[in-house]
């Protein structure tokens, strides 16, 4: 059953909190780049089977598109636009503007937020644990082989050093 019925929620998103009065059934990315103008997580498929909506949601990656805002209330999020800190983008940020792991760039946002939960989850991860956390992130354009150098050079791999 959904619910349309409005209700105020509390989210906390790149550490800072927001009160607002959304549909129950609202998913939180439509809250995210409609209510907070978070334009990092993209819609992609509404299915969350692609990756472009990924966030972190306590560290670990969600797809936004299938997470209802009520399921996200009292957790830390982290969008694409909250891995910079200080002035200074994220690391995984990094490799991929050096690696050029985008073509058309829609894909980018999950990828990223993909790397950096498995960073947070495994501080040193093989080839096999990149490829593992990337099997469900989808890129349409062909870029897979820049992705995947950036998520080894994100990872302290060498960036050049992948497998077939």
């Keep these: 059953?959904?619910?349309?019925?409005?209700?105020?929620?509390?989210?906390?998103?790149?550490?800072?909190?927001?009160?607002?009065?959304?549909?129950?059934?609202?998913?939180?990315?439509?809250?995210?780049?409609?209510?907070?103008?978070?334009?990092?997580?993209?819609?992609?498929?509404?299915?969350?089977?692609?990756?472009?909506?990924?966030?972190?949601?306590?560290?670990?990656?969600?797809?936004?598109?299938?997470?209802?805002?009520?399921?996200?209330?009292?957790?830390?999020?982290?969008?694409?636009?909250?891995?910079?800190?200080?002035?200074?983008?994220?690391?995984?940020?990094?490799?991929?503007?050096v690696e050029q792991g985008a073509q058309c760039g829609y894909c980018l946002n999950g990828m990223i937020i993909t790397i950096r939960a498995l960073l947070n989850a495994t501080p040193a991860p093989d080839e096999a644990a990149i490829r593992h956390a990337l099997r469900y992130s989808l890129c349409r354009c062909g870029t897979h082989v820049e992705i995947l150098r950036a998520a080894r050079r994100a990872c302290g791999l060498d960036p050049a050093g992948m497998s077939p």
């Design 1 to 97: 059953m959904l619910d349309s019925e409005r209700h105020m929620i509390e989210l906390t998103v790149n550490g800072r909190r927001h009160r607002l009065d959304v549909p129950g059934d609202a998913p939180l990315l439509h809250v995210l780049r409609n209510d907070l103008a978070l334009r990092g997580p993209k819609y992609g498929c509404g299915l969350g089977e692609c990756g472009a909506c990924a966030v972190l949601i306590e560290g670990r990656v969600a797809r936004a598109c299938a997470v209802s805002c009520a399921a996200a209330e009292g957790r830390p999020i982290v969008t694409l636009e909250g891995l910079a800190a200080d002035g200074r983008l994220d690391p995984v940020q990094e490799a991929f503007i």
